[in-house]
């Protein structure tokens, strides 16, 4: 016997990203759209590292989805969709900074006259009041790490993003940037050093 309250079914679990890209290879490419809300924003906040522009970072980031999407049956799951996704990214960022002597990217600390906050980070979470003088102070010291970074070779910085940024495992850094894990490891000592001496005077 059931008593008067209702019980709520609970939602059904988020599909697995293979079970999304089954679906798409299938013609459902309605399918790839969560694929896009779970990895966009952690694509553009990486991108916008190596890049240093707002609005850099959002076309490559539309770019990633679009070639993703273009050469999905190519796409042989050995390694995680986020990893082959991130290896789109960092490659088409990679190439653009390459091209340096003819699409030139502009300093965050420049006016580019968009909306986005100092870092021009898409927020992760729910937004909190904190002391303005406290913001104003982080904010700078953002700026200054996103300033290194992009003056760091793509190597480094990519290394970089990716471990100390992503999180990701040597192992998975290695497939993205496809090079031995050993190259990973040297490139991270090199650019950590790298960067503790371009901000040493940052205040921490």
Not at 48 to 76: I, M, P, S, Y
Not at 172 to 180: D, M, N, R, S, W
Request: charged share 30%.
């Amino acid at each position: 016997m059931t008593s008067g309250r209702a019980v709520q079914a609970k939602a059904p679990p988020l599909l697995e990203d293979a079970a999304l890209l089954e679906r798409c290879r299938q013609g459902d490419t309605a399918a790839f759209g969560p694929l896009i809300v779970k990895y966009q924003d952690r694509v553009y906040n990486s991108i916008l590292r190596l890049c240093g522009n707002c609005d850099d970072a959002e076309e490559l980031c539309q770019d990633t989805f679009v070639k993703a999407l273009e050469n999905l049956l190519a796409f042989r799951q050995a390694s995680g969709f986020y990893t082959w996704l991130f290896r789109i990214a960092v490659n088409l960022t990679i190439s653009r900074r390459r091209r340096a002597s003819r699409v030139r990217f502009h300093s965050l600390e420049g006016d580019n006259g968009d909306d986005h906050d100092a870092r021009g980070d898409r927020p992760s979470g729910d937004a909190r009041q904190d002391d303005p003088r406290e913001l104003a102070l982080a904010g700078d010291s953002r700026r200054q790490v996103v300033k290194a970074l992009v003056e760091l070779d793509e190597e480094f910085s990519a290394v970089v993003v990716l471990r100390d940024i992503e999180d990701m495992n040597y192992e998975q850094i290695a497939q993205v940037l496809e090079v031995p894990v050993g190259t990973v490891k040297s490139r991270l000592y090199r650019a950590r050093a790298l960067l503790r001496e371009k901000l040493q005077d940052v205040a921490p």
